[in-house]
């Protein structure tokens, strides 16, 4: 498959970094960094948060960890479009262990613009595998901001930061391709990079899908898997954000093999 062409440094040049902060990736112990991430894309906070033993003893992981954070940001009378709506991210203890099936899975809930009840919906690509390898057990976003915004975490760099994003394309299957060679550190980086974005569609429908992507190195380009239920993609762009950006280090094996006697 060939590549399309971008002037990725052109598109890099127009962001403005609205607010960010560095840190320090943790391990995973037994299925969990420990750490979730909150951020308010409108107001630009950015904060680390403490995962507690009683989160994981009675809501594990996975839709558990988004439901019980989304409680503590919405209301009775939250609505789908209020800036307090969140969006929340997680995967579940095994999520990026290859050796059990479906732990690529994400789960992601909000309140959803087709019932108005909270919703959850399960998703492929690599998101919820690689926010855990960046250092976090899931991610909540909240706000509403008045331009386009992305959010890039970014465990390689240590950095996590909201960014304008202002003439990348709203389409998921052009953007994941744009943002995935802005972010990657070369070509043999592409595969670690993970983007939720949702197309231009979603903001003229209540049954927006997010996408999720995962870079295909057979075809030499980004797909993209669907969260397909409750319409949370129209509530990324009632946002305004562009998309979630996942970054991490590469992964390096911690054991070596000795050949020969």
């Given at each position: ?151 890039v975490i ?10 304008t994003a ?29 983007v939720v ?65």
């Amino acid at each position: 498959m060939s590549r399309p062409a971008f002037d990725i440094e052109a598109l890099r040049a127009k962001h403005r970094v609205v607010s960010s902060i560095d840190y320090q990736p943790g391990g995973i112990d037994r299925g969990y960094t420990r750490k979730w991430l909150r951020v308010d894309i409108g107001t630009g906070d950015i904060a680390i948060r403490d995962v507690t033993e009683q989160m994981i003893d009675l809501f594990i992981g996975g839709k558990g960890f988004d439901m019980r954070l989304m409680w503590d940001e919405v209301k009775p009378d939250t609505k789908w479009d209020s800036p307090e709506n969140a969006i929340c991210i997680s995967s579940g203890p095994l999520g990026g262990t290859t050796s059990y099936s479906g732990s690529g899975k994400s789960l992601v809930t909000s309140i959803s613009p087709t019932t108005g009840a909270p919703i959850d919906s399960n998703v492929g690509g690599y998101f919820g595998p690689y926010l855990k390898f960046c250092g976090f057990d899931a991610v909540v976003v909240v706000g509403k901001s008045a331009d386009e915004r992305i959010l890039v975490i970014d465990g390689a760099r240590g950095s996590i930061r909201i960014e304008t994003a202002p003439d990348e394309a709203v389409d998921s299957h052009v953007l994941a391709e744009q943002l995935t060679l802005m972010y990657a550190a070369g070509e043999g980086d592409l595969p670690n990079v993970s983007v939720v974005s949702a197309g231009r569609g979603a903001e003229r429908t209540l049954i927006g899908c997010l996408n999720f992507s995962w870079y295909d190195w057979r075809r030499g380009g980004a797909r993209l898997k669907q969260a397909g239920r409750g319409g949370i993609g129209t509530v990324l762009r009632a946002k305004r954000i562009k998309a979630l950006v996942a970054h991490p280090a590469p992964w390096r094996p911690k054991w070596t093999v000795t050949v020969g006697p």
